[in-house]
């Protein structure tokens, strides 16, 4: 069993940053074993992908979020972040971790992943 979840979520104006983090109920060994994502949800429209890290520790990030976005990890710690700067009106929306124990080809293909949190909301004001 496998549990993920997000914090951080807050409103911010423009041009600000967040962090949010995706703690996993899963042991230090397991937990390094997964590929993991961040993706997100605005009402009305598809969930994308926004970064994610496979099992050897490469990352992907999408261009909507290249140059302003990263996603750290903390292994001893179980945890998965993904630092947030210049944020944009447009990155407002309900944003989800995700992870499997499986193999992922393409990082933001969400149907690959196991395991998702409940979502934390992030809004952004001009």
């Known amino acids: 069993q496998v549990q993920l979840v997000e914090s951080g979520g807050d409103s911010v104006q423009a041009g600000g940053s967040l962090r949010l983090s995706c703690k996993a109920s899963?042991?230090?060994?397991?937990?390094?074993?997964?590929?993991m994502g961040w993706f997100r949800q605005a009402p009305g429209k598809e969930r994308e992908g926004i970064a994610a890290?496979?099992?050897?520790?490469?990352?992907t990030h999408a261009d909507a979020v290249k140059g302003r976005f990263t996603i750290p990890k903390d292994n001893a710690e179980k945890t998965l972040y993904l630092q947030m700067n210049n944020l944009k009106p447009e990155d407002a929306a309900m944003y989800y971790c995700?992870?499997?124990?499986?193999?992922?080809?393409?990082?933001?293909?969400?149907?690959?992943?196991?395991?998702w949190g409940p979502g934390t909301q992030v809004s952004v004001s001009s």
């Open positions: 890290i496979d099992h050897r520790g490469s990352s």
């Open positions: 995700a992870a499997t124990g499986t193999v992922v080809v393409w990082p933001f293909k969400g149907t690959d992943y196991q395991y």
């Open positions: 899963v042991t230090q060994a397991t937990f390094m074993t997964f590929s």
